[in-house]
C-alpha cells in the first residue's frame, strides 16, 4: 500500500507560482509513473504531468507545457509540480497519483491507470 500527501496549494494572483509536493510512504518508492491531475469544481479529473521512475521524459497536457515542471526526488519519496504564470482558469484541488507499472506514455493521460491517490491540495489563482 502507499499513501500520497500533496501540500503546497493555496491562494495565489494571476502570473503568480507555486510549487506542489506529493510525499509518498508506506513502501519503497518505486512507482514506475507519479502523475498530477486537477479537478475544478463541476468538470471531469484531468491530467496536468507525469513523470516515470528515472526522471526521464516528463509528460505534460499540452496547456501547461513551458509554464509547469514536474520532477521527483525517489531519494525524499517526494514527486513535485513546479507552477509559474499561473492564471485563473487553473483553480482547481490537484490531485498526485502514482502507478507501480509500466503503463505506454500515451496512456498516462488516463486516471483509470493509477493504483493510488492522495486526497488534494487546492489552488486557487486570483484575477
Known amino acids: 500500500q502507499v499513501q500520497l500527501v500533496e501540500s503546497g496549494g493555496g491562494l495565489v494572483q494571476a502570473g503568480g507560482s507555486l510549487r506542489l509536493s506529493c510525499a509518498a510512504s508506506?513502501?519503497?518508492?518505486?512507482?514506475?509513473?507519479m502523475a498530477w491531475f486537477r479537478q475544478a469544481p463541476g468538470k471531469e479529473r484531468e491530467f496536468v504531468a507525469a513523470i516515470i521512475w528515472s526522471g526521464a521524459n516528463p509528460y505534460y497536457t499540452e496547456s501547461v507545457k513551458g509554464r509547469s515542471t514536474i520532477s521527483r526526488d525517489n531519494a525524499k519519496n517526494t514527486v513535485y509540480l513546479q507552477m509559474n504564470s499561473l492564471k485563473p482558469e487553473v483553480t482547481a484541488v490537484y490531485y498526485c497519483a502514482s502507478r507501480e507499472s509500466y503503463a505506454a506514455l500515451g496512456a498516462l493521460y488516463a486516471p483509470g491507470i493509477y493504483d493510488y491517490w492522495g486526497q488534494g491540495t487546492q489552488v486557487t489563482v486570483s484575477s
Open positions: 508506506g513502501r519503497t518508492f518505486s512507482s514506475y509513473v
